[in-house]
C-alpha cells in the first residue's frame, strides 16, 4: 500500500516536472519570436518615421541592431553603467561612457570642460557618435569659438533620472582632478517613466530586478524566487495579472505632484555643489511625443499609441512643471518641451528619441543659454 502511494506521488511529481519542462521549452520558442518580431515592429517603426532619411534601410537596421547590443552592468551608487564597447554607431569607453566627438586638437592650456548628463536621449540612441547631442554641441562650440580649448564629455546613460544623475556627477567630482567648468542635464522623460514604473520618485528604472537579485547568496527563498523569475511560466502568469490588474490606482494619479517635487529638489541640490566646486549648472526639461498636437506623420501617431497607457502621467506632470512658480524663478531651469512645435517634418522615431535635426534643434537651444558663461569664461 506505502509503496504504490509512493510510486503514485512520485509518478504524479515526474509528470508536473514534464509538463513544466514541456511549457518552459514551449514559451521560450514563443518569447523568442515575440521578441524578434517586436524588435523587428520596432526598427520598422524607425524606418517608417523619415527621420533617418540620409541613411539607408539596411544602414538603419544595423544601427539599431548594433544599440541592441549594448550592455549594462552593476555600478556603485548609481546602480549601473554601459559596457564597453566599440561599434560601427557606437563606442562606450572604459568608464561607460559614449565617445564625444571633439573638435579641440592642437590647443595649449586649460581645457574648458563641459560634462553632459541625461538618459537616452542625452546617451544619444538612434544617432552614431558624432551626431549626439553632446557631439554636435562640441563641433557648433568650435566654429563659434575656434580659438578656445573646450573638451564636452558625454555622461548620459539610458534609463538615468535626475537622481542618478545628481550621484553620477558627485562621483565624477570625487574622481576628476579637474571640476568641469558648465554642467547640462537633459531631463523629464525617464522621470515620469521611472515614477510610472515603480509607483513612486527617487526609485532607479528596473529597480524590481535588483530588488529580487538583493541578498540571494544567503537567503535560498530568494535563490527559488529568483529561479522562477527567470522562468518563462513565471513571465507568463506575470504578463496575465497585469493584463488583468487595474492600474488607475491613487499612487498613479499622486506622481505629477511628486515627480515635479523631487525634481525641483535636485536642481536645488545640484545648484548647492555648483556654488561650492565653482562651475554653471544648466538644467534643460526635454520634449516628449505626448505634447505634440499634430502628428507629422502616420508613424508619429502609431508611437503615440504603444505608449498610451501614460500618456495622462506625461501630460500632468509637463503641465506642473510648466505651472511651477520656484522652478520658473530657477535661473538654471529652461523649459524646452516646445522645442520641435514649429516643425512640420517629422522629428521623433519615438516618444522622446530623434534622429540628427532633433538633436541640432536641441542644440540650438543649449548654445542660447550657456554662450553668455562661456564668453565670461573666455575673457
Known amino acids: 500500500m506505502k509503496n504504490s502511494k509512493a510510486f503514485f506521488i512520485f509518478n504524479t511529481f515526474k509528470k508536473i516536472i514534464f509538463l513544466f519542462l514541456f511549457l518552459e521549452v514551449l514559451l521560450f ?32 537596421k544595423e544601427m539599431y541592431n548594433e544599440n541592441n547590443k549594448l550592455n549594462m552592468v ?13 561599434g560601427k554607431y557606437n563606442t562606450i569607453n ?69 537622481d542618478m544623475e545628481l550621484i553620477l556627477l558627485q562621483e565624477q567630482l570625487l574622481l576628476k582632478d579637474k571640476t568641469p567648468k558648465l554642467v547640462i542635464f537633459y531631463d523629464g522623460v525617464n522621470e515620469v517613466s521611472a515614477a510610472y514604473q515603480n509607483g513612486d520618485v527617487r526609485i532607479p528604472t528596473n529597480s524590481i530586478n535588483r ?37 488607475t490606482t491613487s499612487s498613479i494619479k499622486e506622481l505629477p505632484k511628486k515627480i515635479v517635487t523631487n525634481y525641483r529638489k535636485n536642481l536645488e541640490l ?67 518641451s516646445n522645442a520641435y512645435d514649429k516643425e512640420t517634418k517629422p522629428i521623433y522615431t519615438d516618444i522622446c528619441h530623434t534622429g540628427i535635426k532633433g538633436n541640432e534643434i536641441i542644440v540650438n537651444e543649449i548654445l542660447k543659454k550657456i554662450t553668455p558663461s562661456i564668453n565670461k569664461l573666455k575673457k
Request: glycine share 4%; proline share 4%; hydrophobic share 30%.
Open 211 to 247: 530588488i529580487i537579485e538583493f541578498n540571494t547568496k544567503r537567503d535560498y527563498t530568494k535563490r527559488l524566487h529568483l529561479f522562477a523569475n527567470a522562468s518563462y511560466t513565471y513571465k507568463m502568469i506575470s504578463y496575465l495579472k497585469k493584463k488583468l490588474r487595474k492600474t
Open 74 to 86: 552593476w555600478a556603485p551608487f548609481v546602480n549601473y553603467k554601459l559596457s564597453p564597447f566599440k
Open 94 to 162: 572604459s568608464e561607460g561612457f559614449r565617445k564625444t566627438i571633439n573638435f579641440n586638437k592642437g590647443f595649449e592650456g586649460e581645457k574648458i570642460r563641459i560634462y553632459c548628463l541625461g538618459g537616452s536621449t542625452m546617451y544619444g540612441i538612434g544617432t552614431n557618435d558624432g551626431n549626439t547631442i553632446p557631439s554636435i554641441l562640441s563641433q557648433q562650440l568650435r566654429k563659434k569659438y575656434p580659438n578656445l580649448k573646450i573638451e564636452v564629455l558625454n555622461l548620459g546613460i539610458p534609463g538615468f533620472t535626475r
Open 29 to 60: 520558442f514563443l518569447y523568442t519570436y515575440k521578441q524578434n518580431k517586436d524588435f523587428k515592429n520596432y526598427v520598422s517603426l524607425k524606418i517608417e518615421s523619415k527621420v533617418h532619411n540620409t541613411m539607408t534601410e539596411d544602414e538603419i
Open 270 to 336: 545640484t545648484n548647492a555643489i555648483s556654488k561650492k566646486y565653482n562651475f554653471k549648472v544648466f538644467n534643460f526639461f526635454q520634449p516628449v511625443l505626448f505634447l505634440k498636437n499634430s502628428p507629422s506623420s502616420s508613424s508619429e501617431t502609431k508611437m503615440k499609441d504603444t505608449r498610451i497607457y501614460f500618456k495622462d502621467t506625461y501630460l500632468k506632470t509637463y503641465a506642473m512643471i510648466k505651472q511651477d512658480s520656484l522652478l520658473n524663478k530657477n535661473p538654471t531651469f529652461t523649459d524646452i
